[in-house]
C-alpha cells in the first residue's frame, strides 16, 4: 500500500474507511489534508475530528487553520460530556467519570436514535485520531454516528495500543474491537512509508518498522545483526534491590552517563513511573521528569479524598499521594509519625522533626477535607524548601505537586479538579529539551535522541510488546538501549 492509496481511500465514497498507520508514517499528514479538503467542499453541516488527547487536538487545529468555521477540533471526551450533560441519567451528571461520561452518551445515542441522527447531520465526515485508544463505550458512540450516516475515517495503530490493561481481559477485548472494525470497513489501507525519517534516517526508520513487525508476529527485536548505526546498544544490569528500583555498578555507569551527558534533545524512557523517578536520582537529579497532560497521582488522590471517612484516611490519600510523586518521604522518616500525629489529633506538642511533621498533621485535623490535605501538602513544599529535615526529600513531579497545593483554594473537590485540569489544556507545556518519561506519556512524542532503559526481564516481559514498540518508534536520528545482560527481556535478542 503507498501514501497514493490511502490518500485515495480517504477520499473515496465509501462510508467506512480504516487505515493502519504506525508512528512516523504520516497519518497526521493524511488526516490534515483529507480534513482541509472536506472543509473546503462541506455543505452543509461540519467536519468533526475526534481525538483522544488536548495534544493532538492542538497539532489538527493548527494543521486545519483557516477552517475554524467548518470544522470542530475536539476531544472524544469532550463530545461524550456534551451529550451526557445534555442527557443526565436520572442520577444527574456532576460527579460522572471520564469512564461513566462515554457509557452515559453511548447509551443515549443506542436509546435515542434521534440525537444520533441530528450529530450525524450536523458532522456528515468524521475523522477518528488513535481510534486504538478508544475504549468500548467511546467506539459504540463513533460507531452510532456512523449508523446514522456519518462518514467514518479512523486511524489507527494496534500496535500503540499501550493503555488498555492486560488484566481482566482488557487488552483482548480492544484488540477484538479493532478487528472487528476492520472486518466491518468497506476499505481497509496501510501506511509503510517512514515520513519521520526522510531528513537522512531513513536506515533507522526501517529498522523501527521492521522491530514493529517482529513484535507483532511475536518474534524478539533482533539487535545481533542488520542494525544500523543510528541503534546502538549498551550492556549493563540494573543491580538495585528495590523493586522498579535502578542502580548501575561502576562500570556499567561509566558506559551510560556519557549518553545521559550528551548535548542536545535526549529523552530517556522507561515503563514505570518509580523506575524513571530512581532514574533521575542515579544521576544527580540533573534531568527533569516529563509529566505529560495527565495527573494520575492526583486522580488517585481525589478518588481517595472522595470517600475518606476521616483525618485518618485523608492522611492516607495525602501520604500516598506524596510517596507516588516524591522520592524520600518514605514510611520510616515522615509517613509514620504523621499516621501517629493524625490518629492522636495532633494534641501532644512535639519538636524538632517531629513538631514540623506535627505542624502537617495539624492541617488535617483542623480541616478534615481536601481543603486541609491541600494545605498539608503546601505546607510541606515549605519544608522542603527550607527545612534540613526535609533536605532527602525530592518533588520529581512539581506541576502535579503544584496542582495537589491547590486543591485548598476550592470549595467544591470535584469543580477544582475540572478547573486544574482545564487551567492545564489551556497551559499546554511540551516537554523540556532533556526529559525522562514513562513509554505511556512519551506517546505521541519525537525526539532526535532516545535513551531506553533498563530492558531487561522484569522491565519489558512478554506482554509489553506493545509498550517496546512505542518507545523504539520515538527516535528520530538516534536510539541507545541498555540492554541486561543476566537478565535480558524476552523481546529483546542481543
Known amino acids: 500500500m503507498t501514501d497514493a492509496s490511502v490518500a485515495a481511500a480517504l477520499r473515496s465514497p465509501h462510508p467506512l474507511v480504516v487505515v493502519e498507520a504506525p508512528g ?139 493503555y488498555a490493561s492486560g488484566q481482566n481481559g482488557d487488552l483482548a477485548r480492544a484488540l477484538e474491537r479493532w478487528s472487528g472494525l476492520v472486518n466491518a470497513a468497506d476499505r481497509v489501507e496501510a501506511l509503510d512509508t517512514p515520513h519521520r525519517w526522510r531528513d537522512g534516517h531513513e536506515a533507522l526508520g526501517q529498522w523501527v518498522l521492521a522491530a ?12 545481533t545483526r542488520d542494525r544500523p548505526p543510528a541503534v546502538r546498544v549498551v550492556t549493563a544490569d540494573n543491580v538495585s534491590p528495590i523493586n522498579l528500583g535502578f542502580q548501575l555498578d561502576a562500570p556499567s555507569r561509566r558506559l551510560v552517563a556519557p549518553i545521559m551527558r ?27 521528569i516529563w509529566e505529560g497532560h495527565t495527573r494520575s497521582a492526583l486522580e488517585e488522590l481525589v478518588a481517595a479524598i472522595e470517600v475518606a471517612d476521616g483525618p485518618t484516611s485523608l492522611g492516607e490519600a495525602m501520604i500516598g499521594f506524596c510517596q507516588a510523586i516524591c522520592t524520600g518521604f518514605s514510611d520510616s522518616a515522615f509517613a509514620d509519625i504523621l499516621r501517629a500525629e493524625i490518629r492522636g489529633g495532633a494534641a501532644v506538642k512535639a519538636r524538632g522533626k517531629p513538631g514540623l511533621i506535627q505542624d502537617l498533621a495539624r492541617q488535617i485535623v483542623d480541616q478534615p477535607d481536601h481543603r486541609g490535605v491541600g494545605r498539608a501538602i503546601c505546607a510541606l513544599v515549605t519544608l ?24 485548598s483554594e476550592y470549595a467544591d473537590l470535584v469543580a477544582g479538579r475540572a478547573h486544574l485540569a482545564l487551567r492545564r489544556r489551556h ?34 516481559r512478554e506482554k509489553d510488546r506493545r509498550l517496546l514498540y512505542v518507545a523504539l518508534s520515538r527516535a528520530t536520528r538516534a536510539l541507545t538501549l541498555v540492554v541486561s545482560h543476566t537478565s535480558p527481556s524476552p523481546l529483546i535478542m542481543a
Open 24 to 162: 512516523g508514517c504520516g497519518k497526521t499528514f493524511q488526516g490534515a489534508a483529507y480534513a482541509r479538503e472536506v472543509c473546503a467542499a462541506i455543505s452543509p453541516g461540519r467536519l468533526l475530528i475526534l481525538a483522544h488527547t488536548h495534544a493532538a487536538c492542538d497539532v489538527f487545529t493548527e494543521r486545519t487553520a483557516g477552517f475554524a468555521a467548518r470544522a470542530d477540533v475536539r476531544t472524544i471526551d469532550s463530545l461524550a460530556n456534551d451529550i451526557a450533560t445534555a442527557y443526565p441519567p436520572p442520577a444527574g451528571a456532576a460527579n460522572l467519570d471520564f469512564a461513566a461520561t462515554a457509557r452515559q452518551a453511548a447509551l443515549v445515542l443506542r436509546q435515542a436514535p434521534f440525537v444520533a441522527a441530528a450529530l450525524a447531520r450536523r458532522y456528515p465526515v468524521v475523522i477518528c485520531d488513535e481510534h486504538q485508544d478508544a475504549s468500548a463505550d467511546q467506539h459504540a458512540l463513533v460507531m452510532a454516528l456512523h449508523d446514522a450516516g456519518s462518514k467514518l475515517r479512523i486511524f489507527g495503530d494496534p500496535m500503540q495500543l499501550i
Open 212 to 223: 514493529r513487525q517482529d513484535l507483532q508476529a511475536g518474534r524478539p527485536v533482533d539487535l
Open 262 to 288: 550528551r548535548s542536545g534533545a535526549l529523552l530517556v524512557l522507561s515503563p514505570h513511573r518509580r523506575t524513571g523517578q530512581a532514574v533521575r536520582a542515579a544521576f544527580g537529579r540533573t534531568i527533569p
Open 384 to 407: 522542603i524548601k527550607a527545612e534540613p529535615a526535609f533536605q532527602r526529600v525530592h518533588i520529581d513531579y512539581p506541576h502535579e505537586f503544584w496542582e495537589a497545593s491547590r486543591l
Open 427 to 460: 497551559i499546554r507545556r511540551g516537554p523540556p529539551p532533556r526529559a525522562i518519561s514513562t513509554v505511556h506519556k512519551a506517546k505521541g512524542l519525537e525526539f532526535e535522541n532516545v535513551l531506553i532503559l533498563p530492558c531487561d526481564a522484569k522491565t519489558f
